[in-house]
């Protein structure tokens, strides 16, 4: 993508002959200004969809389908009744917009065939661009009091959001100015769809994980990431490649990063046997989160004004703290008790999952995302992710004896019935299909299955034997690893995808030979991220509604360069190689 990709896209938007009536067309009548009805939606429409920057891109973009009068109007008329009602039918708002959503196009990446790599980078390579990592995050922990992960808006939207998708969420999320967002944000992508600015909105990239390249970017603090970069922190120190001074600066960020999870991010929720505990939010009362003052506002007025606790940020926290070798009497709570309450039974509790974006696969034995707070609200509804229950495993698995879980029937049967869930995947294959994932991309969830793995098979071996008595294990590394094997490294990758197949193929065992493709993309890479850092910001986690917001940064780049780094050097290391 170079300069004059970008400017003849902007030309072609802004000279593009009209045909039909534009999204302003549509919706100036309606939302530009009214008294009365859901002051939200309108607000929502002039900050998100008619700010300066996007409004000159699309304001020549016409659809023809909308030069029929009727279906314009019904078009206006779903609009005006999800502003002026005061409980819409949401399945009847949608049902126009949904059926404009045919033949947008929009596809998960296609990475052509990679050449076989030559030499692997040596060990003196691989060393150095650790280093180089490692000391990006420690001088950005210094420079900002934590380390910063960003979040973009992808206005093109998700390739698995059609319009099915859309109706899903807006039955099934509660929030009306998250439905409003997820409404308008879906009228929108078929506007940039048809349109020039396409082209400028959602350039090309090489491999799987999406550049962050576009240039609204939010800043912010998530006990989730600081679980991350607690996890790359610890790496470095055990890497033994850190100096003294280098440790005690890890160190201390690490003390802070634990203290920002489990006491900063922590929140009190209600539980299925009504007691109380003790959980992780995903984000913490203002200031903590480090928004800008520019931005803490955005977030209110596109709908984000309540966040709940998930199941996946309170997992990693205590995973990351429990690495860390924190006493904190929080981590003492068994957390499948409270994990128990939001597992799916086929059956009974299936309504738990409201946004079922990804009923491709069988939900029965997982875990859902989101938690109830205090007040009872969940303003998401609940989905369900494959990773999450990868991360639900994992902090188990690492406080098997603190919680007694083989001692305790009910988590053991918490934990066994995860593990089925993910053996289903494995079987199906569903695993590697985009769609089967809410958050994460199936290259993501292959790096996690191998984190997850090696914190299995850590355990003593009558352990491992109670909790997988049929091999489930080993059957889904079979599995993964095929996929990483035969699908990533044999195609074109970017850095970060290929610090995703270093992960999974170390933790998972995987031959020496097969860390080439991987080492050489990281290594010739080294550089890209110019004064922002050693690499680019990547595609790290994203949601899909109510547009595609993808969330990495030059950081989180740098923190899975730097652990797939260090698990390819440790275990060519205990190999023997003489790379």
């Known amino acids: 993508m170079g300069f004059h990709h970008l400017a003849g896209a902007a030309f072609r938007a802004l000279t593009a002959r009209k045909d039909g009536p534009s999204l302003y067309d549509v919706c100036d009548p309606v939302l530009q200004k009214y008294q009365g009805g859901d002051a939200h939606l309108g607000q929502f429409y002039r900050t998100a969809l008619c700010n300066p920057a996007l409004r000159p891109l699309l304001r020549r973009t016409g659809l023809p389908a909308l030069k029929d009068e009727k279906r314009l109007a019904e078009l206006r ?72 992960t960003y979040a973009a808006f992808n206005l093109l939207g998700d390739a698995d959001m059609g319009g099915r998708e859309m109706v899903m969420a807006l039955t099934g999320l509660n929030s009306r100015g998250y439905k409003n967002s997820t409404l308008l944000f879906s009228l929108a992508r078929i506007f940039i769809a048809h349109s020039p600015a396409r082209a400028l909105i959602n350039p090309p990239w090489t491999g799987i994980a999406e550049p962050m390249w576009e240039p609204m970017q939010i800043r912010h603090r998530s006990a989730y990431y600081d679980a991350f970069f607690t996890e790359a922190l610890l790496s470095y120190i055990e890497s033994g490649l850190a100096s003294r001074g280098e440790t005690t600066e890890a160190r201390r960020a690490i003390d802070d990063m634990v203290n920002f999870c489990l006491d900063i991010s922590r929140e009190e929720v209600p539980s299925h046997d009504g007691s109380t505990v003790n959980v992780i939010t995903a984000l913490a009362p203002l200031p903590h989160p480090r928004f800008s003052r520019f931005f803490a506002q955005i977030k209110q007025d596109l709908g984000f004004g309540i966040y709940v ?25 068994p957390l499948l008790d409270f994990y128990r309450g939001y597992q799916v039974r086929a059956g009974a509790n299936e309504p738990r999952v409201t946004v079922p974006l990804n009923d491709n696969i069988d939900y029965e034995g997982a875990i859902v995302t989101w938690i ?17 229950n990868l991360d639900v495993l994992e902090v188990s698995f690492r406080n098997l004896t603190r919680w007694q879980i083989l001692e305790t029937p009910s988590r053991l049967e918490t934990v066994q019935r995860i593990v089925a869930f993910q053996r289903k ?41 109670a909790i997988d008595p049929d091999g489930s294990f080993a059957f889904i590394r079979g599995r993964v690893l095929a996929y990483v094997e035969g699908q990533m490294i044999t195609h074109e990758m970017n850095a970060f995808d290929a610090a995703l197949a270093l992960m999974a193929l170390a933790h998972l065992g995987a031959g020496i030979s097969t860390f080439a493709p991987a080492l050489q993309v990281i290594v010739a890479s080294l550089g890209e991220g110019g004064r922002h850092g050693p690499y680019k910001a990547y595609e790290w986690n994203k949601m899909k509604t109510p547009t595609r917001i993808l969330v990495g940064g030059p950081e989180v780049t740098s923190a899975f360069v730097l652990m797939g780094l260090a698990l390819a050097r440790r275990a060519m290391q205990q190999a023997g190689s003489p790379a």
């Not at 005006?80 to 998960?108: C, K, N, T, Y």
């Not at 995050?137 to 420079?143: A, D, Q």
């Not at 606790?309 to 709570?333: E, K, R, V, W, Y």
Request: aromatic share 8%; proline share 10%.
């Open 425 to 465: 995947l494995a079987e199906s294959d569903a695993f590697s299909d985009p769609r089967s994932h809410i958050y994460y991309l199936p290259e993501l969830y292959s790096a996690y299955f191998g984190r997850c793995y090696a914190a299995f098979t850590a355990l003593p071996a009558a352990a491992q034997h």
């Open 77 to 148: 008329a779903a609009i005006v009744r999800a502003r002026d009602e005061e409980a819409p039918d949401w399945a009847a708002v949608g049902a126009p917009v949904a059926a404009l959503m045919d033949g947008i196009d929009v596809r998960h990446p296609r990475p052509a065939p990679s050449v076989a790599p030559g030499r692997a980078p040596g060990i003196g390579e691989i060393e150095q661009a650790i280093r180089t990592c490692a000391s990006h995050l420690l001088r950005s922990y210094s420079k900002n009091g934590f380390l910063p």
């Open 309 to 333: 606790p998930d199941c996946d940020t309170t997992a990693c926290s205590f995973s990351a703290a429990t690495q860390a070798g924190s006493t904190d009497p929080i981590l003492d709570q």
């Open 372 to 388: 109830d707070n205090i007040k009872g609200e969940r303003p998401y509804g609940n989905d369900l992710d494959p990773t999450l």
